[in-house]
């Protein structure tokens, strides 16, 4: 049985380094998985015997102890921290003081001697530690890091005489990393703060009044009381008091929603003024909140397309440099008489620039920006790689009922036939759809305006996409659209409508319709219409609805393209069809809420599945989640999809283009190592900065 552990990591700064690590724990005898979630520091481990769990614990700290100094598994240890922090001030001191000693040496002292001493002493200031962890590194086969190559770019610097320029690389590296740990654990801090939603605990009924307890320990049907102040920590009904919600971790909306007795509410929420009383109604584990968790904290798991392919470059991209870098140490001066120190020089300005840690760091790090830019919205991403295909849509399906339109049906005529009146109709309707949870069946009792006698019900069954059957009061009934009725040979009277029709049968005889009206979400008209001001003008709609329907509804969004009258594995089909007929034009995308909707999702190249009402398996299915029931939001996550997509493609180009250009620079001997060091740790923070931009998108 596989078993799978979360930990805290510590002291992690490199996302390269994370990912050498990374693989390192994944060879571990014993550990089947590994991940690595860089922005939230976090590792999870799936390991086959719990048995083992001490052992492997060792070797992950050894692994990330020999790749990056300093970092450290770690499960609440403040004094740690705390100490952690001293450290850095301290350090932080030092450097001040070494790098006075550095220009003090540089444009104060003219002796050469006490000029040498303080270059020497600023490099083993700053330098001491990546030496280390250099030698370290290469006794552990680690090669072609930025260890090593700051290293022997700087080493080589001393033996050709460049004291200051050798003891500058290693001061503005230095400098240049506390800067990009800055940056980097800014951003860190704000993907994290998407999961400070997390209750810490539920106040549970009990018969001795209130009791405090982990949210994961309270069951299903259990009472809590939610005061004022506090995070709402399991989903449930407000059986008592009223109050305003702020849901904006959940939705993004700014504005307070409004609650009473008989309301649903959703934890991660905060209950802003009265005491609630709440009925449970899901687990922990179940909870919006922790799907929230779930999804956020998955997100490395699915990397985008542009993430994989830097990963593999800078793996190809750094060891050719450091050979180029050697050929130009040695071709020039042996065929061509060059001078060994000119050429030693160039060579060293090529292993700085080589370092590949601005394209690894920033890509990920811009995706989760994207990503919490989304959350902050209330469009869950489960991953880099459905933000990048997201940017890439060209046609957009969507279902009709509950994602459209309200799927809050009314009841607007009853049509009576043979010998049966208005009022049967409604009585036979109610009572077979008595069990039943679907949006038509709500407003059909609705109508009735009474609860059904459900001990007058029975044989109830119900057929996917066609309706439902049941014997009432002894007599068959049938009700549901005309390919339910036609399968038991009943012959229905087509009635003119744009509405949705339901036809009833007993015993074997029509007795009536009843026709609904579904009316179009006020968000969907504008969501439409933006989606076509991004490009996305392909836009399709999919329905089980009656074809008069969803015309009208098609009508009143600008669909031109309706399929309607699908059952839910003619859904799929007609994707498929879609898919086909639309194959090299760009990413597919389709929008559902229902449990019927959960295929079509999963085979879209884009799911994208209507949290607030939708269905647990449509919202599992998906690859976005939609906490509000907003067709509006749907744009706007194409939008956060393009810019983050922007970004990343800035990243690449600015990293790319200003290391070629030094290298190139560097080879013909315009370019110093000052260059070089701007073209490594500098490109570095300028693309962490510029992937931060995605956090504060308007």
Same mark, same amino acid.
């Given at each position: 049985?596989?078993?799978?552990?979360?930990?805290?990591?510590?002291?992690?700064?490199?996302?390269?380094?994370?990912?050498?690590?990374?693989?390192?724990?994944?060879?571990?005898?014993?550990?089947?998985?590994?991940?690595?979630?860089?922005?939230?520091?976090?590792?999870?481990?799936?390991?086959?015997?719990?048995?083992?769990?001490?052992?492997?614990?060792?070797?992950?700290?050894?692994?990330?102890?020999?790749?990056?100094?300093?970092?450290?598994?770690?499960?609440?240890?403040?004094?740690?921290?705390?100490?952690?922090?001293?450290?850095?001030?301290?350090?932080?001191?030092?450097?001040?003081?070494?790098?006075?000693?550095?220009?003090?040496?540089?444009?104060?002292?003219?002796?050469?001697?006490?000029?040498?001493?303080?270059?020497?002493?600023?490099?083993?200031?700053?330098?001491?530690?990546?030496?280390?962890?250099?030698?370290?590194?290469?006794?552990?086969?680690?090669?072609?890091?930025?260890?090593?190559?700051?290293?022997?770019?700087?080493?080589?610097?001393?033996?050709?005489?460049?004291?200051?320029?050798?003891?500058?690389?290693?001061?503005?590296?230095?400098?240049?990393?506390?800067?990009?740990?800055?940056?980097?654990?800014?951003?860190?801090?704000?993907?994290?703060?998407?999961?400070?939603?997390?209750?810490?605990?539920?106040?549970?009924?009990?018969?001795? %009044?209130? #009791?405090?307890?982990?949210? !994961?320990?309270?069951?299903? @049907?259990? $009472? /809590? +009381?939610?005061?004022?102040?506090?995070?709402?920590?399991?989903?449930?009904?407000?059986?008592?008091?009223?109050?305003?919600?702020?849901?904006?971790?959940?939705?993004?909306?700014?504005?307070?929603?409004?609650?009473?007795? %008989?309301? #649903?509410?959703?934890?991660? !929420?905060?209950?802003?003024? @009265?005491? $609630? /009383? +709440?009925?449970?109604?899901?687990?922990?584990?179940?909870?919006?909140?922790?799907?929230?968790?779930?999804?956020?904290?998955?997100?490395?798991?699915?990397?985008?397309?542009?993430?994989?392919?830097?990963?593999?470059?800078?793996?190809?991209?750094?060891?050719?440099?450091?050979?180029?870098?050697?050929?130009?140490?040695?071709?020039?001066?042996?065929?061509?008489?060059?001078?060994?120190?000119?050429?030693?020089?160039?060579?060293?300005?090529?292993?700085?620039?080589?370092?590949?840690?601005?394209?690894?760091?920033?890509?990920?790090?811009?995706?989760?920006?994207?990503?919490?830019?989304?959350?902050?919205?209330?469009?869950?991403?489960?991953?880099?790689?459905?933000?990048?295909?997201?940017?890439?849509?060209?046609?957009?399906?969507?279902?009709?009922?509950?994602?459209?339109?309200?799927?809050?049906?009314?009841?607007?005529?009853?049509?009576?036939?043979?010998?049966?009146?208005?009022?049967?109709?409604?009585?036979?309707?109610?009572?077979?759809?008595?069990?039943?949870?679907?949006?038509?069946?709500?407003?059909?009792?609705?109508?009735?305006?009474?609860?059904?006698?459900?001990?007058?019900?029975?044989?109830?069954?119900?057929?996917?996409?066609?309706?439902?059957?049941?014997?009432?009061?002894?007599?068959?009934?049938?009700?549901?659209?005309?390919?339910?009725?036609?399968?038991?040979?009943?012959?229905?009277?087509?009635?003119?409508?744009?509405?949705?029709?339901?036809?009833?049968?007993?015993?074997?005889?029509?007795?009536?319709?009843?026709?609904?009206?579904?009316?179009?979400?006020?968000?969907?008209?504008?969501?439409?219409?933006?989606?076509?001001?991004?490009?996305?003008?392909?836009?399709?709609?999919?329905?089980?609805?009656?074809?008069?329907?969803?015309?009208?509804?098609?009508?009143?969004?600008?669909?031109?393209?309706?399929?309607?009258?699908?059952?839910?594995?003619?859904?799929?089909?007609?994707?498929?069809?879609?898919?086909?007929?639309?194959?090299?034009?760009?990413?597919?995308?389709?929008?559902?809420?229902?449990?019927?909707?959960?295929?079509?999702?999963?085979?879209?190249?884009?799911?994208?599945?209507?949290?607030?009402?939708?269905?647990?398996?449509?919202?599992?299915?998906?690859?976005?989640?939609?906490?509000?029931?907003?067709?509006?939001?749907?744009?706007?996550?194409?939008?956060?999809?393009?810019?983050?997509?922007?970004?990343?493609?800035?990243?690449?180009?600015?990293?790319?283009?200003?290391?070629?250009?030094?290298?190139?620079?560097?080879?013909?001997?315009?370019?110093?190592?000052?260059?070089?060091?701007?073209?490594?740790?500098?490109?570095?923070?300028?693309?962490?900065?510029?992937?931060?931009?995605?956090?504060?998108?308007?």
């Amino acid at each position: 049985m596989t078993i799978k552990r979360d930990y805290e990591v510590r002291g992690l700064s490199c996302v390269n380094c994370a990912g050498k690590i990374e693989a390192g724990i994944k060879e571990i005898d014993g550990v089947n998985d590994a991940i690595i979630n860089f922005p939230l520091s976090r590792l999870s481990v799936e390991i086959a015997d719990d048995s083992a769990l001490k052992q492997i614990e060792s070797r992950i700290q050894e692994i990330m102890e020999s790749i990056e100094a300093g970092s450290k598994l770690v499960i609440n240890d403040n004094k740690v921290e705390d100490q952690r922090q001293m450290i850095s001030k301290m350090t932080l001191l030092i450097y001040i003081l070494a790098a006075i000693s550095y220009f003090a040496g540089f444009f104060l002292v003219n002796n050469l001697t006490l000029k040498l001493i303080l270059f020497i002493l600023t490099y083993i200031v700053f330098g001491h530690k990546v030496l280390i962890k250099s030698v370290k590194n290469i006794s552990k086969g680690n090669v072609f890091d930025e260890n090593f190559l700051m290293s022997i770019a700087s080493v080589g610097a001393f033996i050709i005489g460049e004291y200051p320029e050798a003891a500058a690389v290693m001061m503005f590296y230095q400098v240049g990393e506390l800067f990009q740990d800055y940056a980097v654990d800014h951003s860190k801090r704000a993907i994290k703060s998407l999961i400070a939603i997390k209750p810490d605990y539920a106040n549970i009924k009990t018969p001795e %009044g209130y #009791e405090k307890v982990d949210p !994961s320990n309270v069951k299903i @049907g259990d $009472l /809590i +009381v939610i005061r004022p102040g506090e995070r709402v920590p399991l989903d449930g009904i407000v059986i008592e008091g009223t109050s305003s919600l702020d849901t904006s971790a959940l939705t993004g909306e700014s504005l307070p929603r409004e609650i009473g007795a %008989g309301n #649903e509410i959703l934890s991660g !929420s905060i209950n802003l003024s @009265g005491v $609630l /009383i +709440v009925r449970v109604t899901k687990i922990f584990e179940s909870s919006t909140v922790n799907r929230i968790l779930s999804m956020v904290e998955n997100a490395a798991r699915k990397k985008a397309v542009s993430e994989r392919f830097i990963t593999r470059f800078a793996a190809v991209y750094t060891p050719v440099v450091v050979g180029v870098a050697a050929l130009l140490t040695v071709i020039p001066p042996l065929l061509f008489n060059g001078d060994f120190s000119q050429w030693i020089y160039r060579a060293l300005v090529f292993l700085v620039v080589s370092c590949p840690c601005a394209l690894v760091i920033s890509i990920p790090l811009g995706f989760f920006g994207g990503i919490g830019a989304a959350s902050k919205r209330g469009i869950l991403v489960k991953g880099g790689n459905y933000l990048e295909a997201l940017a890439k849509v060209n046609t957009m399906v969507f279902d009709k009922t509950g994602t459209l339109t309200n799927g809050s049906f009314e009841v607007t005529e009853i049509i009576n036939e043979n010998s049966f009146t208005k009022e049967q109709v409604l009585y036979y309707a109610a009572h077979a759809e008595a069990f039943s949870s679907h949006p038509l069946a709500v407003s059909v009792l609705r109508k009735y305006g009474k609860e059904p006698d459900k001990n007058l019900v029975t044989e109830y069954a119900e057929y996917a996409g066609m309706g439902v059957s049941a014997k009432v009061s002894g007599k068959a009934v049938l009700l549901g659209n005309r390919v339910l009725l036609s399968k038991y040979n009943i012959e229905v009277k087509e009635v003119k409508s744009s509405g949705t029709l339901m036809y009833l049968a007993v015993d074997g005889e029509f007795a009536g319709s009843v026709i609904l009206e579904d009316t179009v979400k006020e968000d969907g008209i504008k969501a439409i219409e933006e989606l076509r001001s991004l490009g996305v003008d392909d836009i399709v709609m999919l329905t089980g609805d009656r074809k008069d329907a969803a015309d009208a509804a098609a009508q009143k969004l600008g669909i031109k393209s309706v399929y309607s009258e699908l059952l839910p594995h003619q859904k799929v089909d007609c994707l498929e069809k879609i898919i086909e007929e639309r194959k090299n034009t760009g990413k597919i995308a389709f929008v559902g809420d229902g449990i019927n909707d959960s295929p079509v999702i999963a085979r879209a190249d884009i799911g994208i599945a209507m949290g607030g009402t939708g269905s647990d398996a449509a919202i599992e299915a998906a690859d976005i989640v939609m906490m509000t029931d907003e067709p509006g939001k749907i744009p706007e996550a194409v939008r956060i999809a393009r810019k983050t997509k922007v970004i990343v493609y800035q990243n690449i180009v600015l990293s790319m283009v200003v290391k070629v250009i030094v290298l190139v620079l560097g080879a013909g001997g315009v370019a110093t190592l000052w260059e070089a060091v701007f073209a490594d740790v500098g490109v570095a923070l300028l693309a962490i900065l510029n992937a931060m931009r995605l956090t504060r998108i308007k």
